[in-house]
């Protein structure tokens, strides 16, 4: 008899996956003028493995590091990250962009890689510092026609989503097995940023 | 589990997926004339969900709100629809639209700065924030109606309902939060506003806000 039910179950699941999938035309929204821009930000952080690597590292130190520096790295990160992106928008140089995003992946993945248990607020310091590099290069590529707003939207979504993603992969950090994979994690990380800082260099 | 039980399990499990299936089935809707709208007071309602400099000033407004407790909440609740609705009809009797994108964007940067921040500013300058905030962007949706002959008192009636609704719900949420991590949650999307107004006073600058 639970089998049947299982069954049942089944069919039903399946009915309504189909009927819910099943393409047909909206036309419900007609988007016009300045409609986009969500989704180019959203899909920008994403877009670049140097930005996505560093992004990841620092959840992944947040969450070695522990409280409070686990909520404080995501919440100043985005802050200094729009604050570099505003100085690029203003037309303020920064010399060395690319050179800086790749050393934030090489620091970040040694601090990952030794567990380095600095003082919150140098590991603060040392992640806004970068961060403003990541937001002077990444921030300010809005392509022509689309809000700048919805485009900010997203670009700040995306990469807070990748620090929670750091985040949660570093919750392994509980298990002997897990601080192991995480400093493994930090390796990987410090090695594709040499790659990038080779790459700014040639 | 006996034959009658796994009957009525079975009934129940038939009316919900017929249910949904009837809900959720996809056809084209043609409902909308884009050109008449919604009507003026649905129109003010979904003004809010596509206009996201108000939608984050709202929202800003009820995290601090809510971060600072039940009676902030209470008073950011009942001042910001009615001072958003008087900013509108302010706004309203101007005879072309008038937008301030500084003072705009600096209504949700400065409100998710305080977010972040967690400090727990006085009543007073919470109220003061709500009141200064909700005028102006009540005002601008208000010259932006009379400039383009929209909905009126209608439609500004639908979005102080919309702010309303806006404000309990997250206020509520916010103030229900207990644990120690849900509180740092509200605080990481006070950081994520503020870097969205830190980027738009650059998009600003440069014209492309």
Known sequence: MKSYNKNTVALHFWIIVVTILWPLYAWAHVGSGEAGGFVTGLQHPISGLDHVIAMLAVGLWGAQLGNPALWLLPVVFPMMMAGGGCLGLLGIPLPGVEVGIAVSAIVLGLMVLAEARLKIYLAMVIVAFFAIFHGHAHGTELPAGQSGLLYSIGFVAATGCLHAVGIAIGLIHRWQVGRLALRGAGSIVCGGGIYFLVRALT | ?209
């Open chain 2, 1 to 209: 589990m006996n034959r009658q039980s796994i009957t009525k399990s079975k009934q129940k499990i038939q009316g919900i997926a017929a249910a949904l299936a009837v809900l959720l089935w996809p056809s084209i809707s043609q409902a909308h004339l884009v050109n008449t709208g919604l009507g003026p007071i649905y129109d003010g309602i979904s003004h809010l969900a596509m206009s996201p400099d108000d939608l984050l000033t709202a929202l800003a407004l009820a995290l601090l709100a809510g971060l600072s407790g039940a009676r902030a909440g209470r008073n950011v609740l009942f001042l910001l629809p009615p001072i958003w609705l008087l900013g509108g009809l302010f706004g309203l009797g101007m005879k072309q639209e008038i937008f301030l994108p500084l003072f705009s964007i600096l209504s949700f940067l400065l409100t998710g700065a305080l977010v972040a921040l967690d400090r727990r500013p006085p009543l007073l300058l919470i109220l003061i924030l709500t009141f200064g905030f909700g005028f102006l962007h009540g005002f601008f949706n208000g010259t932006a109606m009379a400039a383009r002959a929209g909905g009126g008192f209608l439609a500004l009636f639908g979005i102080s309902v919309a702010v309303f609704v806006l404000v309990a719900l997250i206020s509520a949420l916010v103030v229900s939060m207990r644990k120690h991590w849900a509180r740092i949650t509200v605080r990481v999307a006070g950081s994520w506003i503020t870097a969205i107004g830190l980027l738009m006073l650059g998009w600003t600058y440069r014209g492309m806000g």
